[in-house]
Every structure is written in C-alpha cells, then in structure tokens.
C-alpha cells in the first residue's frame, strides 16, 4: 500500500510533526495564517488525512472536493467549524483534543475571573500611564472579593468542572447550570444545581464553558444580562458568539453589569473599532484558553495520534462520531 498523505493547516511543534510523519508523506501549511480556501479544497483533494484548526471550515464543500479522505483531526476540544454529520454520512471519523486541554482553560478562566475582580489589567494600565502619585489610598481601586462569592458555572463539561474544583479551593459557593443534571457530580465537586435564569439572578461570576451550537449561540444577550446583578462579572472561555457583543457592550456602559473578561469574542480577531475595547471595565485577551506550552503540546501529539489512527483505519483516541471509523 502506498504511503498516505497527510495535509497539515497550520505549523505544529516538531514532536507533533515526527507521530504523523512516521507514517505519512505530510504537506504543512507553511504561513502564519490558514490556507485560504481554494487552497484547502486543494490540499484535501489529494490528501488521505487532514489536521485541521477552528479557523479551517470543514464542510460539505470540501468534503466533496476531498474524495479519499478518510480522517480528519481537528487541533481543538471546540468543533464547531466541522461539519461532523456530514463527515459521520462519509464515514470519515473526526479526531479532537478533548481532556488535554481542560485544565489550563479553567486556570486561564480563574485569571480571568481573579483579573476583573481585583481590577488588575485596568489598574496596571494606570500605573504605566503615571496614575500612581499617592503610595497607599485607602478608597482607590476596590474591586470585588472572590473568596465566599458565588460562582455561576454555565456548562458542566471538562472544562466547567476543573474550573469547579478550582474554586472550591478559593471557598466560593458554586452554582451551576447544564443541559444535562448532574447529581453525582454535584457532591464529588461542591456544587449546586440552578435553572439557567435563578444561576443568573445568584451568581457574583458567571462563566461561560459550553460548547457553541444554534442553541448556545447568543445565550447572553439582553434579557440574560438584565437578570444579573449590577455587581455581577461575566467571563467567557468558550466561543465568542456564545456572548451578544451589542448586548454587552451596552450593559457594560450602563452599569447593568459591572465588568467581563473575555477570551474569545466575535468576531476573532476583534476589530480594533470595536466599542468593547473602548470599555475599561473589560479585560479581554486572545483567545489563549489553552495556550500553555505542555499543554498545547500534550494537545498536538493528542491530534496527531488521531491523525495517525485514522489513516490506519484504527479507533482514534479521541473521535467526535465514533460510529465513522470503519
Ligand atoms: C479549543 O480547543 O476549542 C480551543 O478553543 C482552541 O481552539
């Protein structure tokens, strides 16, 4: 047989690179940013294997244009730029990076949650602008405590439990709200369940760690923000559109709310004229949830083992529609 051949969208580290060339002639996109799309349809089209990222839309079109493909890898916990029913109809499994990654989103989650409470981002960027004259003020830059606070988790997936357990450790008081009930777990990580609009109207944090589908897109918008407390902080490490950006600019400005943290926003990337960035009570940073070096490595070596299984005919190790692989 002869040998497969593997397209690649995006440069990988080199450990990641060495699992899939080991069985596979590999192209790799060599530019910084993803091949436009006529380059993927072609790259597919001679390809055995694609290892993909969210930013490469993986749908019928390319699917149609890609007639021996027969795995796909995506480089990411998040599929929501792969079209999985179409590719499950072909029968070509889809590797992701669930696991992997969980823990260092929910470390990023608590930066981001500890960041806005204590004004950290803002405050800094006083200092560096020569702000800080008096040595110690007794009244200036009081934020808010995280320590017994209530934490409203929306999603209770990997991610959601880490970033759980993590704040047991900070004493908040959990509340969480999930499509699925999850009463084993709410003993194993301390905590509570609540409907979608009670975990608005309790929670001091909200943070946002489900997946982005039709359902979820726009689950805060303006009816949501109008249930939370003034005092309240919304942070989002899931998908940017799972956030209304109009809508919580507007609450922002208003006070309806009193700050967010952002990792990801949309568009990605944000416009620099976005009236989100012109808000000092947001701390916003580039989709980096998962962007610690062991852990986007561990992340890599997991989608090129998928890579990997899949031109083999094996089970991946992490597949989104099992019932694909032959
Ligand atoms: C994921 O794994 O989904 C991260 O958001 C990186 O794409």
Redesign the pocket.
Known sequence: MSTPRAFVTRTLLPEALDIIREVADVTVWPEETPPPVEELRRQAGSSDGILT??MDRVDADLLDAAPNLRAISQ?????DNVDVAEATRRGIPVG??PGV?AKS?ADLAMALLLGAARRTSESERWLRGGGWQIQFHPTHWLGQDVHDACLGIVGLGQIGREIAKRARGFDMDIVYHSRTRYTDMEAEYGVRYAEFPDLLGQADFVVLSVPLTPQTHHLISGPQLALMKPSAILINVS?GPVVDPAALYEALRDGQIARAALD?TSPEPISMDDPLLTLDNLVITP?I??AALPTRLN?MKLAARNLVAGLRGEPMEACANSEATP
């Open positions: 990222t969210i480089l990411a916990v998040g599929l992701y990076t990654l989103t998908r990801v989709h949830g998962s992340t």
